[in-house]
């Protein structure tokens, strides 16, 4: 038989074709996804009051779509929650997030978002290769090669991609 | 001039061969990469080829998809890993030939499989899809919302984990794409006031997100430091005669099974390279070689899901709905380039699917040439430290989403749907159900909408093509948790009996 991982099918990313860890579903993790979508499907429910009633030019007002559709992801939250806590299954978890991760992780977001206002007031070109030090940096990677040469190559052959050969105003 | 003739020649444009040539180099690399995935690249590349005309356009998209799925055999076959989930089924035997000492024929052979396997696709392509189209063509409001909860429940079907989830995903697809302006009149809808919203979700920033930054987001959250070297020794590379003996009844079995699979909504590579992998194996005079390095396992896998690629875009192109979430992603691009795939778009304009087959024939040409030569130069990519991967796809995805329309306002969705996309990964929730939902939301509305305003319910419960439909897109959804539930009852039985007679002997 197989010794290769079997990811979920339906190309939703290699990562689940990525060996890892497996533990077994927790009811936690079955109860998030449906407390979630009961959260939104409510939510979706209060906002469609507000949207404009029109002018009846058809017999359906724009409010019945979402309104149909958030009463329906309302009616699945609450049956995947029944479902879950009656049988939690025990099929592959995603692989376990590590404390070094989650750090990395909670930083790249903060750098993006400080590329952001960067990129407002310096050049793209420098705030760029800055922006590819830091990620590099905080993914691991040391040394002058990938913390001064790597930034500069790659900003150099993105700002030849995007801001020569595709004229997008950088 | 005839179609035919008018849809290849548009491919003679020096562009065109540049842009064949960018996008299988990019395939392959993306391909070769474990963690890269076709769909992830494609919707990369939306960001910077919608400044091209369609057609070079659609020969950078279409070769990526085209080589991603030689390249991904690379690391199924060297280490055990799939470059992407369409190359699954190649690590059951591939791995094997490279323990033995054969990672040389295993490659090759693979290539070999897989652009025969493409050609097989292609051939369906050219054959079905103007008739499909024309058929379709015939299809009401009613049907065409049928074919879309089809689509939807396709992809639900086979996305793996609860169907409730699954079901979920999809309805808030649909809720996203009900963002913006109402389809007939035009009134406000979430749009909170914010002007970029009144044209709906941005398409092109919500994939990249989901699927690019989502995936890298996931990697850096659990990456651990790999223990598997790369398979350094190669032996023969070239298949035999007999070894091309032993490939001829997979070879056959891959290409018929990966049409069949290609051409069904929403599934893709992966599905049809298990099923045919089975399907050689029963049939096979050496069953017990498969799992265990087995060339007609490899043959049949990469032949299957490399076949699936015209089925797909034949699905795509004629009827309008993603044969696999490639193509999901891929409609987003044509509709800005005023290409709308569905039963309209061939009579329109025939020689487009002799453009695109053409295209796809170049890609594959081009792409065996690259795999037969290049494979151990790969070798060394998979040694390469993932940072500087994921500081690539970053940076390229915000600069890619900014680029669509000169925004920040789409970088920013970028990066809520990088989050979302992490939160759902986390909590097994597959996100391909929701962009073809944000995909589709207007189309199912839109046609919904008209079929209950020509005649209620009736319409679509007298339309014998609709009912048809939609009975089997419940069937999808219904029969695999009943199955598995039988599955479960019958080993439970079994273990039962089994405790009850150990139980007497004991006595």
């Given at each position: 038989m197989p010794a290769a991982p079997i990811p979920a099918p339906g190309e939703s990313g290699a990562a689940e074709a990525a060996p890892g860890p497996s533990r077994p579903r927790s009811r936690l993790r079955e109860l998030v996804p449906a407390l979630a979508g009961l959260a939104l499907g409510l939510a979706v429910l209060v906002l469609t009051a507000q949207i404009p009633e029109g002018a009846?030019?058809?017999?359906?007002?724009?409010?019945w779509w979402p309104e149909g559709l958030a009463l329906l992801l309302i009616v699945l939250s609450v049956v995947h929650a029944a479902l879950s806590w009656a049988r939690p299954g025990a099929g592959e978890a995603p692989s376990e997030a590590t404390r070094t991760g989650a750090l990395r992780l909670v930083s790249l977001v903060l750098t993006i978002l400080g590329y952001g206002v960067l990129w407002y007031f310096i050049d793209f070109r420098v705030s760029t290769v800055v922006l590819f030090a830091a990620l590099t940096y905080l993914t691991g990677g040391r040394g002058w090669k990938a913390l001064l040469v790597f930034p500069v190559v790659t900003t150099g052959v993105l700002y030849l991609l995007f801001g020569v050969l595709l004229r997008v105003p950088l | 001039m005839s179609p035919i003739v008018e849809g290849f020649s548009a491919?003679?444009?020096?562009t065109v061969a540049l842009c064949v040539l960018a996008g299988a180099v990019l395939g392959m690399l993306v391909g070769a990469f474990p963690g890269l995935t076709a769909t992830m690249a494609v919707a990369l590349a939306s960001g910077f080829t919608l400044a091209l005309d369609p057609i070079p356009g659609l020969a950078v998209l279409l070769t990526i998809y085209v080589s991603a799925n030689f390249g991904d055999r690379v690391p199924a076959i060297l280490v055990n890993t799939p470059g992407t989930p369409a190359s699954i089924a190649t690590t059951f035997d591939g791995y094997a030939m490279a323990k033995q000492g054969r990672a040389g024929l295993a490659l090759t052979s693979s290539a070999f499989a897989s652009a025969i396997g493409t050609v097989v696709g292609v051939v369906l392509l050219m054959v079905a899809a103007i008739p499909l189209s024309r058929l379709a063509l015939q299809f009401g409001p009613a049907e065409m919302f049928a074919l879309v909860v089809f689509g939807l429940t396709m992809m639900i079907g086979v996305s793996g984990g609860r169907i409730t989830k699954g079901l979920m995903a999809g309805v808030l697809g649909l809720l996203l794409g009900a963002v913006g302006r109402d389809p007939i009149t035009g009134a406000a809808r979430f749009t909170f006031g914010i002007p970029e919203l009144s044209e709906g979700v941005p398409f092109i920033a919500a994939i990249i997100g989901l699927f690019g930054i989502a995936e890298v987001f996931e990697q850096v959250l659990t990456h651990r430091p790999s223990k598997v070297k790369p398979i350094?020794?190669?032996?023969?590379w070239f298949p035999t005669r007999e070894d091309w003996r032993e490939m001829g009844k997979p070879l056959v079995i891959g290409g018929g099974v990966g049409s069949v699979v290609g051409a069904v909504p929403a599934t893709g590579g992966d599905i049809a390279g298990i099923i045919a992998w089975d399907q050689a194996r029963r049939r096979s005079?050496?069953?017990?070689r498969f799992g265990k390095g087995s060339l007609e396992g490899i043959t049949a896998a990469d032949t299957s899901s490399n076949a699936t690629l015209g089925g797909s875009l034949t699905t795509t192109l004629s009827l309008g709905i993603p044969g696999d979430s490639v193509m999901a992603v891929m409609i987003g691009s044509m509709v800005i380039w005023g290409i709308q795939p569905g039963p309209s778009l061939f009579t329109g304009s025939p020689e487009l699917v002799y453009s695109i087959a053409g295209l796809m024939l170049v890609a594959t040409v081009l792409t065996l040439g690259i795999s037969l030569l290049r494979m151990r130069g790969v070798v060394k990519l998979?040694?390469?430290?993932?940072h500087f991967l994921w500081a690539v796809v970053l940076v390229f995805c915000m600069v890619g989403t900014y680029a669509?329309?000169?925004?920040?306002f789409d970088v920013g969705v970028m990066l809520v749907f990088g989050l979302v996309g992490l939160f759902l990964r986390r909590f097994g929730v597959p996100p391909g159900p929701i962009v073809l939902g944000l995909l589709l939301g207007e189309l199912a509305e839109g046609n919904l909408r008209r079929a209950l305003e020509i005649g209620g319910v009736g319409n679509i419960a007298t339309s014998p093509i609709a009912v048809a439909i939609l009975t089997v897109s419940v069937l999808a959804l219904v029969v695999p948790p009943l199955r598995e539930g039988l599955r479960r009852r019958r080993s439970a039985r079994a273990a039962d009996t089994e405790t009850a007679r150990s139980g007497e002997h004991v006595g």
């Open positions: 009846g030019l058809t017999g359906f007002s724009p409010r | 491919l003679l444009d020096p350094t020794q190669f032996g023969k005079k050496r069953p017990e998979l040694e390469l430290p993932p669509v329309n000169n925004n920040v």
